[in-house]
């Protein structure tokens, strides 16, 4: 009998346990799907193929695309290093310089991070191609400038905002009080910048290094357009999915390009945990109201001033050229006015465009609450193996667009689980493709948001679902806006793994976007390009206005203002 009601009992805590974290379960049941099981699929299609198992695919490229390996990883490292140099400088200027250019810096910056891909490719094309306007028509040179170094000209342009952005936040939480200090025991600016600055801001750098390594050596779409004769893994693999349909191959090679980003993750996580408490103490002790400006010497000011100003200059002839393009004809190296290119395009039934603005909108809301959610129950909640499902989440991070793509062809290709050809595996790619980002964004958010105020709710009786929505979603509005504009952002910007979703009729403005380019209609492409530019601002400046007013009534409310 003891045993009995003993039994009963554990069972009746076991499913009041289920009950207070039936969300997380879900969360976690989610991310286990629709991250773990595509990279399970993608391996184990890659060794096992017509029914038994086999590393042919693996032995092939060990012998035949070691150039391929060796030039993507050439670009990458060239292009993330000439990146993080320049977005260095550029960060030094906006945060410790009296420069008169930061406001419009950070506009230029964050149109940048929405642009679609293959506009700084598009607008290459349009400037030094073989008929560009520069080379062609205003030097009149006939060079060819594809290869190698255009595409890491191209990669470092894209790569440059971002990790820009990167730096900038790591620098501005520079406790000020250090400058403060190191100015009084007499160090002079450029060492403090040398020795004080650069060293704190180095989980900064290495964020910027990292995303852009990764970034580089996933994008198959630039190295198509300007490589020339110069081949990558990630273009390879493309090909050999829409070329000849080589499942297992290019599974293979998606695989061996995770090697290296997981190597530079795990050196990148290894530095970042040897210096978490020294960068949570800089955070903590950040006053707003120090000075922070440093007097560099002339020379090198004079050089940061430079190279910040040819990188708004660049910026700016790229989206000028881009505007400009919708209207220029570039017919037999003659360069005139016309309105052609709008004839081609059929408004009326432009559905890729509207359905890229629906996933994009479905992918950020739904995408902000699991990331947030995903982020409250690792950070606060006491569930068995949390921290494995921390890092099966981070996996998107380090994982190329092309690798994700495949992944969800492979693991929803059978029921019960068939989701080829439909929409939803689209705006699922998207949505957990954004996970780590929304779900760190949160992270952050938590580690100010005192615990004290969680048990205090549940002591006045709030279950667990009350607690969430009416203190914790609140609060963590912050991490809300910022991840549904990141996710946003690039589900209407990306391709990498959309091009291998989506079906024949239900393309997205970027696959279309890609096609104009790749056919050389340049004219197409550029009108493309300012309409997916010009919607993602407004729908972001207009959601930012629309959440920041709602969350500050919530805010209101938890707090009984």
């Not at 997380?24 to 029914?51: E, Q, T």
């Not at 003659?334 to 432009?350: G, N, Q």
């Not at 609450?369 to 494995?388: E, H, P």
Request: glycine share 6%.
């Amino acid at each position: 009998m003891g045993n009995s009601l003993l039994r009963a009992s554990k069972l009746d805590v076991l499913i009041s346990k289920i009950k207070e974290n039936i969300v997380f379960i879900i969360i976690y049941a989610l991310i286990l799907l629709f991250i773990l099981w595509p990279i399970i699929a993608v391996v184990f299609n890659s060794i096992y193929v017509d029914g038994r198992f086999t590393l042919e695919a693996y032995s092939n490229l060990t012998f035949k695309s070691t150039k391929l390996l060796y030039n993507s990883f050439i670009v990458a490292f060239s292009s993330a290093s000439i990146a993080l140099i320049i977005s260095t400088i550029i960060a030094i200027y906006v945060t410790f310089t009296k420069g008169h250019l930061k406001k419009f810096i950070m506009i230029v910056l964050l149109v940048s991070m929405i642009s679609p891909p293959y506009v700084d490719s598009l607008s290459f094309i349009i400037l030094f191609g073989k008929r560009g306007l520069i080379t062609y028509k205003l030097l009149g040179l006939n060079i060819n400038p594809y290869g190698f170094w255009g595409i890491v000209v191209m990669e470092t342009l894209a790569n440059i905002p971002r990790a820009t952005l990167f730096i900038i936040m790591a620098m501005k939480s520079i406790d000020k009080n250090i400058i403060h200090a190191s100015r009084d025991l007499g160090s002079d600016e450029l060492s403090m910048l040398r020795s004080i600055i650069l060293p704190i801001s180095k989980h900064g750098l290495l964020s910027a290094f990292f995303i852009s390594f990764v970034t580089s050596l996933s994008d198959f779409g630039t190295p198509l357009v300007i490589g020339g004769g110069f081949n990558v893994f990630a273009t390879e693999a493309y090909l050999n999915i829409t070329g000849v349909s080589d499942i297992p191959l290019a599974s293979a090679m998606s695989i061996y390009l995770v090697i290296p980003s997981l190597i530079f993750f795990i050196l990148y996580r290894k530095e970042m945990t040897r210096d978490q408490v020294y960068s949570y103490q800089i955070a903590d002790l950040q006053q707003q109201d120090v000075e922070n400006y440093i007097d560099l010497p002339k020379a090198i000011n004079f050089i940061i001033k430079l190279i910040t100003c040819m990188f708004l200059l660049i910026v700016v002839v790229k989206y000028t050229t881009i505007l400009l393009g919708s209207f220029l004809s570039f017919t037999g190296g003659d360069v005139s006015f016309t309105l052609k290119h709008f004839e081609k395009i059929d408004f009326a039934k432009l559905s890729s465009f509207k359905r890229s603005i629906q996933y994009s909108l479905i992918s950020g809301i739904v995408g902000s609450i699991i990331g947030i959610l995903l982020s409250y129950g690792i950070n606060r909640n006491k569930i068995f193996g949390k921290n494995f499902i921390d890092f099966v989440a981070t996996l998107p991070y380090m994982m190329p667009g092309t690798l994700f793509g495949i992944s969800y062809i492979l693991a929803f290709k059978n029921p019960p689980l068939l989701l080829i050809g439909t929409s939803s595996i689209v705006i699922l790619n998207c949505i957990f493709k954004q996970i780590p980002i929304s779900s760190k964004a949160g992270a952050q958010v938590l580690k100010k948001i005192n615990p004290e105020i969680e048990n205090a709710a549940k002591d006045c009786g709030a279950s667990n679902f009350h607690l969430l929505k009416d203190v914790i979603l609140p609060l963590l509005s912050p991490a809300f806006l910022t991840s549904f504009i990141n996710i946003f952002s690039s589900t209407m910007v990306t391709i990498g793994a959309l091009i291998f979703l989506v079906s024949p009729g239900k393309e997205v403005a970027t696959v279309q976007l890609f096609s104009a380019i790749k056919e050389g209609n340049l004219g197409v492409g550029s009108i493309l390009a300012n309409m997916i530019i010009f919607t993602t601002i407004i729908v972001n400046l207009s959601m930012s206005a629309l959440l920041k007013g709602k969350f500050r009534r919530g805010e209101s409310d938890v707090y009984g203002d």
